[in-house]
T-cell receptor
Framework: GNSVTQMEGPVTLSEEAFLTINCTYT??????LFWYVQYPGEGLQLLLK?????DKGSNKGFEATYRKETTSFHLEKGSVQVSDSAVYFCALSSASNTGKLIFGQGTTLQVKP | GAVVSQHPSRVICKSGTSVKIECRSLDFQATTMFWYRQFPKQSLMLMATSNEGSKATYEQGVEKDKFLINHASLTLSTLTVTSAHPEDSSFYICSAGDRRSYTEAFFGQGTRLTVV
């Protein structure tokens, strides 16, 4: 079945450091890939998405490229801020289903000033 | 952008009582809504898929009689936790699929349920 694997956290960085959170997936067909962010006590917000191979999703300085050859969708940001501290979830949606998501385990990011 | 509103955001109830959580799509029609449960410091686990006008589809291991789902209209789905127990305490989140965009789901704010 479909699955998503993220790197374990927590990830602790200093402000302005470079961020990478690894995400790999297993899926049949051509899934869409997403990164969601969850701030403490809140629901999920879509950060970025990519719907086909080689697509790059980007938002608020974050970006991720849909790599079918390596089945990966790693999240990167060149310079993190304290306000980026949150839990980040990688997720996939199968090509045939609207909205049903399979999530990775989540990675907690802590950015220190 | 598409907005999904979930209510209440927090609820405390006594053991044995029932609690209803609402999920509304405010500016689009959602033929399908999804209910997830999140345990502390863990990922989201899909509980069920709610289909407008028909019975919900539950994931393996989710008790249908305990977690009642109703999707009476294209903009509203409800999850009722019946005969709640402390182990039902969790964060419940709904999402809705937009018929116009078949590759994205929009999430509600979540409901923190505490059963005492």
């Amino acid at each position: 079945g479909n699955s998503v694997t993220q790197m374990e956290g927590p990830v602790t960085l200093s402000e302005e450091a470079f961020l990478t959170i690894n995400c790999t997936y297993t899926a049949t067909g051509y899934p869409s890939l997403f990164w969601y962010v969850q701030y403490p006590g809140e629901g999920l917000q879509l950060l970025l998405k990519a719907t086909k191979a080689d697509d790059k999703g980007s938002n608020k300085g974050f970006e991720a490229t849909y790599r079918k050859e390596t089945t990966s969708f790693h999240l990167e940001k060149g310079s993190v801020q304290v306000s980026d501290s949150a839990v980040y979830f990688c997720a996939l949606s199968s090509a045939s289903n609207t909205g049903k998501l399979i999530f990775g385990q989540g990675t907690t990011l802590q950015v220190k000033p | 952008g598409a907005v999904v509103s979930q209510h209440p955001s927090r609820v405390i109830c006594k053991s044995g009582t029932s609690v209803k959580i609402e999920c509304r799509s405010l500016d689009f029609q959602a033929t399908t809504m999804f209910w997830y449960r999140q345990f502390p410091k863990q990922s989201l686990m899909l509980m069920a898929t709610s289909n407008e006008g028909s019975k919900a589809t539950y994931e393996q291991g989710v008790e249908k009689d305990k977690f009642l789902i109703n999707h009476a209209s294209l903009t509203l789905s409800t999850l009722t936790v019946t005969s709640a127990h402390p182990e039902d305490s969790s964060f419940y989140i709904c999402s809705a699929g937009d018929r116009r965009s078949y590759t994205e789901a929009f999430f509600g704010q979540g409901t923190r349920l505490t059963v005492v």
